[in-house]
């Protein structure tokens, strides 16, 4: 198995796909001769050309809405938005067309569509460049989405994105484009709607995605030391969500962290804390708890944006003090 950056693992995925089927193409802001604004698409145009690596203007709607003429008429396009702060310029096409349309027209129509959009802060962006907005698209039914957190995950999740028949919203943290780990050689897909536990343990359970993953090891590990045994759940997808998975670890452990990177008030955070209360209230020790970024756009100074977004040690003393009650 081989070790690949986050970026060569999206990359990878995209070619094998482009290579296996002929109607999948891209489109996207600079995702041609510069490679992207992270690098995924680098050196695609030149071994597939400009029919089906298309660099488009700035106009996010128009991006999204022509993916999804394309997807209806057969095609299988992969679209990029530049930052994920940018849906908000496409979320009619999102929200009103591509997620509606198979339900609308049944078997007439299909939107084989994915939308890969880096999210998150600690780039020092400022705020309309750093928001984490995943949480806005489980309140749209009929477009699923992925968190990758690992290489592997990233290939084998957008791979069978590219292959679903839905339109699939593809999220994908910046802080985690440079990272590695290792991914499988060939054609090797992983399933939408199948959590990960990614450490085991029978104290507390953490659940998280995308680059809160690391995050959540990281504190697990600090725990283990003084004797805490966390586990941690990867969800990978959150739309469909696996919530067996979730449910499990809690009926195990009795206590439950939601950790992510998106404000605190209707976050994932809070549909998973819901589901739980609903399904293994009778299991639970201590009430649910809640890390998030508080309700406040993301500063721009590194400082500010520094403090506001969730850490190691945040999770460790929401641990702690769960343990306690």
């Known amino acids: 198995m081989r070790e690949l950056t986050y970026w060569q693992a999206v990359q990878e995925a995209l070619r094998e796909e482009m290579v296996r089927d002929p109607r999948v193409f891209l489109m996207g ?63 009619d096409q999102i929200a009103n067309h591509a997620a509606k349309f198979r339900y609308m027209y049944g078997p007439q129509a299909r939107v084989p569509l994915v939308i890969r959009t880096p999210a998150g802060g600690g780039r020092s962006y400022g705020a309309t460049h750093s928001q984490s907005l995943e949480a806005w698209f489980l309140h749209v039914p009929g477009i699923k989405v992925i968190a990758p957190a690992t290489p592997a995950d990233a290939k084998g999740l957008l791979k069978s994105a590219i292959r679903d028949d839905n339109p699939v919203l593809c999220v994908e943290h910046k802080l985690l484009y440079a990272t590695t780990g290792p991914v499988p050689d060939g054609d090797v897909t992983e399933p939408l709607g199948q959590a990960a536990i990614r450490r085991e343990g029978t104290d507390v359970t953490l659940v998280t995605y995308s680059y809160y993953v690391g995050v959540a090891l990281q504190a697990a590990e600090a725990l283990a030391r003084d004797g805490i045994e966390a586990e941690v759940v990867d969800l990978r997808t959150l739309v469909p969500l696996d919530t067996e998975t979730v449910l499990d670890s809690v009926r195990k452990t009795g206590r439950l962290v939601c950790i992510e990177e998106g404000t605190r008030t209707g976050g994932v955070g809070a549909e998973i804390a819901a589901r739980v209360a609903e399904e293994a209230y009778e299991y639970l020790d201590a009430p649910i708890r809640r890390v998030a970024t508080p309700d406040i756009p993301i500063p721009f100074s590194p400082v500010l944006e520094d403090a506001a977004l969730p850490k190691v040690d945040g999770i460790i003393r929401t641990v702690t003090e769960l343990l306690q009650r």
């Open 29 to 91: 802001e600079d995702i041609g001769v510069y490679g992207g604004a992270f690098g995924a698409t680098r050196g695609l145009l030149a071994e597939f050309g400009a029919e089906r690596v298309r660099c488009t203007p700035i106009s996010e709607a128009t991006i999204v809405g022509a993916g999804i003429g394309a997807a209806v008429t057969g095609m299988r396009p992969v679209v990029e938005i530049m930052f994920m702060d940018f849906v908000t310029l496409a979320m």
